[in-house]
């Protein structure tokens, strides 16, 4: 297994437009995360899901965004009526279980551009 | 409000001496606190985490300090080496949370031959 894989790695869209990013975590990985990171600023958290099921949002995921992970493997995040200031690096993360201290391993991230 | 301070955008050090990275916060919820290094184009990698029960962790080159009644953990790295050179963030989880983890906006560190 080669990591916590996500795609695309880069997106460029038109304010208004819809965007779908899509993350592949560690396969035996039962917790996967998504955090945004702006210019300047460290990741911020979003969302989290324990296998299928989506157990914590952010006040930071406003009605435009929707995450899903169907059957507990991969992952989506999607923007809808993109705004300029959805411009950030969108991170994902998975472990294996919840151990507190236990640091989670992060994808490269899909870098999206509204413009 | 952030919870969670790194007062210094970057640092630079020479390679063989000690890099000496501040974080502080504010929230005296927090039970563990991480770091995590960050290459360009590249997610953060974890490096090393610290219970709040105790005040020391090391790891190899890498040694973590928490002081509890300052609110401030540092990072120390020694030697420092050119490939060090990355942005570092430090992290926090809270009591009860199950996993989400606020971080600082980083500390870019330079490690010069």
């Known amino acids: 297994d080669t990591g916590v894989s996500q795609n695309p790695r880069h997106k460029i869209t038109k304010r208004g437009q819809n965007v779908t990013f899509r993350c592949d975590p560690i396969s035996e990985h039962n917790r996967l995360y998504w955090y945004r990171q702006t210019l300047g600023q460290g990741p911020e958290f979003l969302t989290y899901?324990?296998?299928?099921?989506?157990?914590?949002k952010s006040r930071l995921l406003s009605d435009r965004f929707s995450a899903e992970r169907p059957k507990g493997s991969f992952s989506t995040l999607e923007i809808q009526r993109t705004e300029q200031g959805d411009s950030a690096m969108y991170l994902c993360?998975?472990?294996?279980?919840?151990?507190?201290?236990?640091?989670?391993?992060f994808g490269s991230g899909t870098r999206l551009t509204v413009v | 409000d952030q919870q969670v301070k790194q007062n210094s955008p970057s640092l630079s050090v020479q390679e063989g001496r000690i890099s000496i990275l501040n974080c502080d916060y504010t929230?005296?919820?927090?039970?563990?606190f991480l770091w995590y290094k960050k290459y360009p184009a590249e997610g953060p990698t974890f490096l090393i985490s610290i219970s709040s029960i105790k005040d020391k962790n090391e790891d190899g080159r890498f040694t973590v300090f928490l002081n509890k009644s300052a609110k401030h953990l540092s990072l120390h790295i020694v030697p420092s080496q050119p490939g060090d050179s990355a942005v570092y963030f430090c992290a926090a989880s809270e009591g009860g949370s199950q996993g989400n983890l606020i971080f600082g906006k980083g500390t870019k560190l330079s490690v010069k031959p």
């Open positions: 899901f324990q296998n299928e099921a989506q157990l914590e």
């Open positions: 993360a998975s472990s294996l279980t919840f151990v507190q201290g236990n640091g989670y391993t």
């Open positions: 929230n005296s919820m927090f039970d563990y």
